[in-house]
């Protein structure tokens, strides 16, 4: 009996089939070991030693191997190919010779890079050793990411209080969405004027031109900067007769786009199919480890960690073959097209993405797929055979018009399909930008023709700022920068977001301030560290070690002595020159202009104090230098408007019973006040919830947050009150003592007797809010059960026969599978029950003096996490 090692369960048990009764299939789950969460891990002083960890799930998995190999003639290490698979193929092995599982067996390593039954066959039949120099590059890569997370984060905690991490990847993705923020909020709109005249040739067929030429000379964008200008060319153009003077055309091609690589799809399911990276590789890691067809468990795409667009030669065949059946001999190009990586630091030479078979249409296993595994194995199959498809056709004309004099020059442009080529499968997402190869058919026109002016149409324009990156943007502008690997961008985004250094508006991404403060942090102090050029010459060094270039520890102690000198450096940073540099760094977002002539920075308060950044228990706020004499104070981000400190770090919203309603902005938000204190009673207050915009807010609104919780009405069963409010945990109705949560803070003020009496019914008793179904899964493949997605008051979770598991922090509720709650449910169930321990009997204690309680602290290295 042979033994092979892979990653995941599903894989295990599709190649387990493949291999048959001559092999013993187990699963490592991963990553068996990692670094620990602590100081020493990784000890420059000993020559980048470093210390590994294998946490309890593993060691009983890690037995089961070491008994299996025992047993075993052969161990066939067969994880993922590439350099996170060679590590844990390395880990594994590593282990296994230190618990003497191995004794003198032969260990083969093999790689596949699709899971189909020819494919797998093939790699055992082909085996090779661990690549060592590929191990070589995870254990730099791994040590830099330790060195600088851990090393830079008790830094960030030290001197700027609310930071949560620094990472080497992590903090220069962060600076990207900074420096986006600050073009944004420092660009000024500029104003410029186009004209455009409708027109009609001497046949009477309308089309239209622009004004390019003025007084006989060429139009740039802002020759018209106003409506005056407008006029005037407007004024030249009613005043002449035009004639065409050049008609041009030309014919021009668009190629069809290489097949997917790991950042190419990422895009591509953002812009096409709204899908997170994560969410896209999760779906993709699916596909690849197989899916059951008719009884028979395949791969249905090749591995999807990749920077490669090449494709194999049987792949390009079967492409070629599908697109003659399909559309014909002219759809067919005369050669096979063959790409090249264009990323600079393309790693290992894996194929792109594609279907492991391209006879496998998407309508043929649409029933056996989910809703988003079909839409992206469409996108994947429908990539791939367009990539080897003709190119598109188009005729560009171009018709130049103008008058006797030569004073003014109109211009209309059309392109016209003339051949679909790969248009007719597919066509690339575009991010911000509209396709310029639009179809827009000009009539025809010849020169000397008369044509008749209609109407003059001029049109005002902004200039606008550029926008904010969606994922697909992000991950695109990583990779030309060659920051970081595309295998890697969903989890670092995951973690902007989870670190709430992000939010998403409108699914693109905005810097929260404790992420712009980070950012300030490290571009002020440890500036080249988060050098978009450091970061990606980085990434070219990890490429030469896994070339086999350079020497990894030398990569290290390189690294290693800049950057110690530089944390050692902020040993004696006090936080007064952290404020000051962040002020500066920060003033235009922080302290941005009200009026011209008037310092952003003068408190409004007291009118003599000047505002600037303060550090508190609770992160950064606003104050005044004249501090305690004046306690002005607003929450960062709130630029002195929105709701925040007018006149006297107020905003009055009126009065009612001789009390003024007012907004206030406080160092922990924003909130609502009636009247000022009094007889030394606090007035009453109220903060403003999550889902109400603080500019919303008028004075009936103000007051009737302020007079909560209201009562809804008496319970027809009991006769006692319903009320409706908002705790801690958002909206709610309460009656007597039980309480159910409501969907958005507008429902209390809105909900009815009848409604509320139904919420607090359909809540679990004990529990402070009921649970709402967001998705039902099916049935159980064990006993035919409903598996359901849950809302709870602590998150999302999925629940089976009394069992709830709660999601993974990356997964979208909406797109869990019944594929995934199973095993996420079974390692729940399998959980010891927690319970009161039985008391034991009671002995006679000798009494001992009583102690002074000490607190243990926690080490700072332990709150450190860097995300791969």
């Not at 309890?56 to 066939?76: P, V």
């Not at 590590?87 to 590593?94: G, K, M, P, T």
């Not at 690997?485 to 810097?511: C, G, Q």
Request: net charge neutral; charged share 30%; aromatic share 6%.
């Amino acid at each position: 009996m042979n033994l092979v090692i892979v990653e995941s369960p599903a894989k295990a048990k599709t190649i387990n089939k493949y291999l048959g009764s001559g092999y013993k299939v187990l699963a490592s789950f991963g990553h068996v070991r990692d670094l620990p969460s602590k100081d020493g891990s990784v000890r420059p002083a000993e020559d980048f030693a470093m210390s590994w960890e294998v946490d309890s799930d593993s060691k009983k998995r890690l037995k089961d191997i070491a008994d299996a190999a025992k047993e075993a003639e052969t161990l066939y290490l067969a994880t993922d190919p590439d350099r996170e698979g060679e590590a844990i193929s390395w880990h594994v092995l590593e282990i296994l010779r230190n618990m003497r599982g191995l004794a003198t067996k032969p260990v083969k390593r093999v790689v596949f890079n699709e899971i189909t039954k020819s494919a797998v066959l093939d790699a055992i039949a082909h085996p090779r050793d661990v690549d060592q120099e590929l191990v070589d590059a995870y254990l730099a890569r791994r040590a830099l990411d330790y060195l600088v997370g851990f090393t830079l984060s008790p830094v960030l905690w030290r001197k700027l209080p609310g930071a949560r991490s620094a990472g080497r990847v992590q903090s220069v993705a962060l600076r990207l969405i900074c420096d986006r923020e600050l073009e944004i909020e420092s660009f000024r709109a500029q104003e410029y004027w186009t004209v455009d005249v409708d027109m009609k040739t001497p046949s009477g067929e309308p089309f239209s031109a622009s004004l390019t030429e003025l007084n006989g000379r060429k139009l740039e964008k802002f020759d018209l900067p106003d409506k005056d200008a407008a006029d005037r060319a407007v004024a030249a153009i009613e005043a002449r007769d035009y004639t065409v003077s050049n008609v041009e055309s030309k014919p021009a091609r668009r190629n069809p786009a290489a097949p997917f690589t790991t950042s190419t799809l990422q895009q591509e399911a953002a812009r096409k199919l709204g899908f997170s990276a994560s969410r896209t590789m999760r779906i993709a890691q699916k596909l690849y480890e197989g899916m059951d067809l008719g009884g028979e468990t395949v791969g249905l795409i090749t591995y999807m960690r990749t920077d490669g667009v090449q494709l194999a030669n049987e792949a390009i065949a079967a492409a070629r073959s599908l697109i003659a059946a399909d559309h014909g001999d002219r759809y067919l190009p005369p050669q096979p097209r063959i790409y090249k990586a264009k990323a600079k630091n393309a790693q290992e030479a894996h194929e792109a993405i594609r279907p492991t078979d391209l006879h496998r249409r998407p309508a043929q296993v649409s029933r056996t797929l989910t809703d988003e595994q079909f839409k992206l194995y469409e996108l994947i199959w429908k990539r791939t055979v367009a990539s080897q498809m003709e190119s598109a056709q188009f005729e560009r004309t171009t018709a130049d018009i103008a008058t006797a004099d030569g004073q003014v020059t109109l211009r209309a442009r059309g392109s016209v399909l003339t051949f679909p080529g790969f248009l007719a499968l597919y066509q690339e997402g575009l991010d911000d930008s509209e396709d310029s190869d639009a179809d827009r058919r000009l009539p025809a026109l010849a020169s000397g023709d008369a044509v008749r002016r209609e109407t003059v149409k001029p049109e005002q324009h902004f200039t606008e700022p550029p926008p904010r990156y969606t994922e697909a943007s992000l991950v695109r502008k990583m990779e030309e920068l060659g920051i970081g690997r595309p295998s890697t961008y969903a989890s670092i985004l995951d973690v902007l977001r989870d670190r709430n250094y992000v939010h998403m508006d409108r699914n693109r991404f905005v810097p929260e301030d404790k992420g712009r403060l980070v950012t300030a942090f490290l571009e002020s102090f440890f500036r080249r560290y988060v050098e978009y050029d450091f970061t990606a010459q980085m990434e070219e060094k990890l490429d030469e070690i896994s070339a086999g270039k350079v020497d990894w520890k030398a990569v290290l102690r390189e690294f290693w002595g800049d950057f110690n000198n530089a944390v050692e450096g902020t040993s004696d940073l006090r936080v007064a020159q952290v404020l000051d540099a962040l002020n500066d760094l920060l003033g235009p977002h922080i302290f941005p202009e009200v009026e011209e002539g008037k310092d952003p920075r003068a408190c409004p308060s007291c009118g003599e104090g000047r505002l600037s950044l303060k550090l508190g228990r609770y992160g950064a706020f606003i104050g005044c230098s004249n501090y305690p004499d004046c306690r002005f104070t607003r929450q960062l981000g709130t630029n002195g408007d929105n709701g925040a400190a007018e006149a006297n770090g107020t905003k009055v919203l009126g009065e009612v019973d001789g009390d003024e309603i007012s907004l206030r902005g406080g160092r922990f938000g924003q909130y609502l006040q009636r009247g000022e204190a009094k007889d030394g009673k606090k007035p009453p207050r109220v903060s403003i919830p999550k889902d109400i915009p603080p500019d919303s807010i008028d004075l009936d609104k103000a007051v009737a947050l302020l007079a909560l919780p209201r009562e809804v009405g008496t319970h027809p069963e009991t006769g006692k009150p319903i009320l409706a409010g908002i705790g801690r945990y958002g909206p709610y109705v309460n009656h007597d003592g039980k309480y159910a949560n409501l969907p958005s803070s507008d429902e209390v003020f809105s909900i009815g007797i009848n409604r509320a009496v139904t919420v607090l019914a359909e809540s679990r008793p004990g529990r402070q809010a009921s649970a709402s179904v967001i998705k039902e899964l099916g049935e159980h493949p064990a006993d035919a059960k409903p598996v359901r997605v849950m809302k709870g008051r602590y998150g999302p979770y999925v629940t089976h026969n009394k069992v709830n598991a709660t999601l993974p922090r990356t997964a979208d509720p909406e797109a869990f599978t019944l594929e995934e709650a199973v095993p996420l449910l079974e390692a729940k169930a399998a959980q010891p029950k927690k319970g009161k321990a039985k008391p034991a009997a009671k002995k006679p204690a000798a009494k001992k003096p009583a102690a002074k309680k000490a607190t243990a602290k926690k080490p700072a290295a332990k709150k450190a996490a860097e995300s791969k």
